[in-house]
């Protein structure tokens, strides 16, 4: 082999990790990710043609089971970080999957465990406790399995590279593969389980897990493993535990009084010798006491002190809390619709020309899509003529404020959709006949779904750059976390307002012909428009800590 090239890749040769792992990790990615989106994105609609379940019921299964693959990830990560590493995690997490998707398979092929089919005569018969305890084991593990693969792949992926320009390259290639595998869950798997069989598309689902765990553990001699750091969460109880244990001592002004550590080049930012004046109580978590020291002046090891940084690290996660809660209430409209959604489209005209009917569920593609042209455009386009226009750029906090403003009118635009098709169902007197079609194109309901595409190539790169950028480097991996974590609360949150709206009002009934779901968009709008507004009071106070934009946005 000639010097040069030799020199190009030493990583690869003389110590693991390094680009040769990028096709492991990859695939793997694309593999599970294809498993793991070819069972959610149809669950709906699985639900309600198979299981006999009514179709509400089934939008808030759907987002109690979202809620749970967006917020599993969080503890995923705990468990990497503390105690066995990213490996061990994705390996078992893909087995998990696979055991569940398997078992969602069996439901699919094996009558026994599905309740007979509805017909037209008589009432629909439900599943028995024996076929939920099934499907619902089938969810858990499924739910449990997917989250416990979904952000550890990434940070694995990234721990493989050193250089932080190559793992941003790195981080474009695992969105593009998450997204296209999505896409073609959404689309091909979908078009399986509908016109083919579901227990056909489940089992490619099974073989696309299959064969993402082999490529994984194929790859294992060349990855480089990180050992366990400890979770971040630990700092951070330390600091509320040492606070209360102290609350009676009196603070002082002196540097001198309070735990420093000296912090080397390890990517940590340097923080005052004191602590800062805000949030003064947690101040006393950093005292030094008599009995924190030990007989020759050394700082003894406990819960009841900490230091200056990790105080400070609170202090910087109390700071956000605020903007991070308009974060819940901008994506829990978004995961009401997106299960709505997909129930409207069930009453839908879903042809496209003579021959091909779109799957009901394969609707939501048009976010994915939207989402993944206008990332390219706003970063490529709308940044530069910003910055060029306004003179300075486009900050995180302005981001998020432009998602903001697109939810609500994605809202807007999903009220006035309904609106019509109630107008036509009534039109045509189908108000009692939940099954039969209503003559409106399911295309009516992509404009808003293309505005929620586009809102989310907003706030969502909006929101991981503020976390990123504002957080304490002892806490990096938490603000993706964060993330996760507000994603799967809005999830939550989704479910519960569905249940609000079925108990206090008449517009969610089984039968949304019936109903009346474009008051339930408007009231979207409502709390979007509130929301923001909330928002915008938060964003003016704000102040950025670790990165200083030439506005504050």
Known sequence: MDTEAHSSIPQTHHRKGGWITFPFITATMAGLTLSAAGWVNNLIVYLITEFNVKSIDAAQIFNVVNGCMALFPVLGAVIADSFVGCFSVIWVSSIINLLGIVLFTFTAALSILRPKPCSDSSLCEGPS???????????????????????????????????????????????????????????????????VSWAWGFGICVAANVLGLIIFVAGRRFYRNVKPQGSPFKSLACVIIAAISKRKLQLSAKAQDYHNEIIGDEGKQPVAAAPTESFKFLNRGALVTQSDTEQYGSIKKSWKLCTVQQVEDLKTLIRIIPLWISGIFLSTPIGIQASLTIVQALTMDRHIGPNFKIPSASIMVFVLISGAVSLPIIDRLLCPIWEKVLRRPLTPLQRLGIGHLLNVLSMAISALVEAKRLQITKAHNLQDFPVSVVPMSILWLVPQLIAV???????????????????????????TALVAMLIGIAFYLSSAFIDLFRRMTNWLPD???????????????????????????????????????????
């Open 453 to 479: 595409g586009m809102g989310e190539a907003f706030h969502f790169p909006g929101q991981a750059s503020l976390y990123y950028q504002e957080f304490p480097a002892s806490l990096k991996s938490t603000s």
């Open 129 to 195: 406790e024996f076929q939920y305890a099934i499907l619902i084991l089938a969810m858990g593990l499924g739910s449990i399995g997917a989250a416990g693969t979904r952000f550890t792949m990434g940070t694995m992926g990234a721990n493989q590279l050193d250089n932080p320009k190559h793992q941003e390259n790195f981080f474009n290639w695992f969105l593009f593969t998450w997204n296209t595998a999505s896409i073609i869950a959404a689309t091909a798997i979908v078009y399986v389980q509908d016109d």
């Open 511 to 553: 039968n949304i012909n019936q109903g009346r779901l474009d008051n339930v968009y408007w009231v979207l709008v409502v709390i979007g428009g509130v929301n923001f507004v909330y928002y915008l009071v938060c964003a003016s106070l704000y102040r950025y800590q670790n990165s200083l934009p030439r506005n504050n946005g």
